[in-house]
């Protein structure tokens, strides 16, 4: 079955330091990889995606991920962390059959001065 | 474009009333899926829609129904409200394509006392 690790339930950072969020899926194939982020009381925001090609795709906000197919992840990273970045994490899994999605359990980030 | 739009943003019900939330896809999106979030059960899929006809269904009971319009805008409906149901209810839509990124809503929250 389909699944997607979210290993880190919440991570403090300092404001302009570097950050990575770590995401694992379970999945046969190559899947279609996505992550989101969501402010408090808002829906979720679409940072970046990976279909296929070069396997570090660059987001909004100045983030960027890194496709590892051996390692089964696709980590966010971000080189300098503004305090507007706290935030909920969310990586997703697109799955061809059935069109289906699958979501981490979400990783929580605070930025402290 | 607009983005999808969810309505209310708020609810406040009783136990054991029901409750119809709305959803207005964007544009041109044909397929709407619903997300049930809650701080300790994370992003919980509830069903989606395709062409007015229910394509995948989430683990939650017959409790939570929904619908999809000709014009792709879709409901859905909790009946027997229980404690348990409060929650930010999500929509999402997107193209029919596992490669294509679902677009959220703002969330109805819905509390019930």
């Known amino acids: 079955a389909q699944s997607v690790t979210q290993p880190d339930i919440h991570i403090t950072v300092s404001e302009g330091a570097s950050l990575e969020l770590r995401c694992n899926y379970s999945?046969?194939?190559?899947?279609?990889l996505f992550w989101y982020v969501q402010s408090p009381g808002q829906g979720l925001q679409l940072l970046l995606k990976?279909?296929?090609?070069?396997?570090l795709v660059q987001g909004i906000k100045g983030f960027e991920a890194e496709f590892k197919r051996s390692q089964s992840s696709f980590n966010l990273r971000k080189p300098s962390v503004h305090w507007s970045d706290a935030a909920e994490y969310f990586c997703?899994?697109?799955?061809?059959?059935?069109?289906?999605?699958?979501f981490g359990t979400g990783t929580s980030l605070t930025v402290i001065p | 474009k607009a983005g999808v739009t969810q309505t209310p943003r708020y609810l406040i019900k009783t136990r054991g009333q029901q409750v119809t939330l709305s959803c207005s896809p964007i544009?041109?999106?044909?397929?709407v899926s619903w997300y049930q979030q809650t701080p300790g059960q994370g992003l919980q899929f509830l069903f989606e829609?395709?062409?007015?006809?229910?394509?995948n269904k989430g683990n939650f009971p017959g409790r939570f129904s929904g619908r999809q319009f000709s014009n792709s805008r879709s409901e859905m409906n909790v009946s027997t409200l229980e404690l348990g149901d409060s929650a930010l209810y999500l929509c999402?839509?997107?193209?029919?394509?596992?490669?294509?990124?679902?677009?959220f809503g703002n969330g109805t929250r819905l509390t019930v006392t």
């Open positions: 999402a839509s997107s193209i029919d394509r596992a490669s294509s990124p679902l677009h």
């Open positions: 999945y046969g194939a190559t899947p279609y």
């Open positions: 990976y279909f296929s090609g070069d396997t």
């Open positions: 997703a899994v697109g799955v061809r059959a059935g069109n289906q999605f699958y």
């Open positions: 544009s041109g999106h044909r397929s």
């Open positions: 829609y395709f062409s007015e006809t229910q394509r």
